[in-house]
């Protein structure tokens, strides 16, 4: 079955970085739209950052200039480079692998990981 699993989330204090890792198995990677998106306590699941399989990237709003998505489809991994990271980056963040076509469609999601944004 489809599998991706989600590293690299923790403790970090305000103005701090992290890297947030998914590393994708049984899916033609290259194929899929990469994305993290992220849920805090009480707020709706909202789109982080994407990244399509020929490497077009769109970001939030309130991430723009601060987080870097990136893909190496030779390693079924995606990235997520959290840089100036601000106590309200605090939420579980997941890692989603999207296929669209006319007719089809295969959406899987990772199982989350807690990024904390704290002094």
């Known amino acids: 079955q489809v599998q991706l699993v989600e590293s690299g989330g923790g403790l970090v204090q305000p103005g701090g970085s992290l890297r947030l890792s998914c590393a994708a198995s049984?899916?033609?990677?290259?194929?899929?739209?990469m994305g993290w998106y992220r849920q805090a306590p009480g707020k709706q699941r909202e789109l982080v950052a994407a990244?399509?399989?020929?490497?077009?990237?769109n970001y939030a709003d309130s991430v723009k200039g601060r987080f870097t998505i990136s893909r190496d489809n030779a390693k079924n991994t995606v990235y997520l480079q959290m840089n100036s990271l601000k106590p309200e980056d605090t939420a579980v963040y997941s890692c989603?692998?999207?296929?669209?076509?006319?007719?089809?469609?295969?959406?899987?999601w990772g199982q989350g990981t807690q990024v904390t944004v704290s002094s």
């Open positions: 049984r899916i033609i990677f290259s194929l899929y739209t």
């Open positions: 990244i399509t399989s020929s490497g077009s990237t």
């Open positions: 989603n692998a999207d296929r669209s076509l006319i007719g089809y469609r295969a959406n899987y």
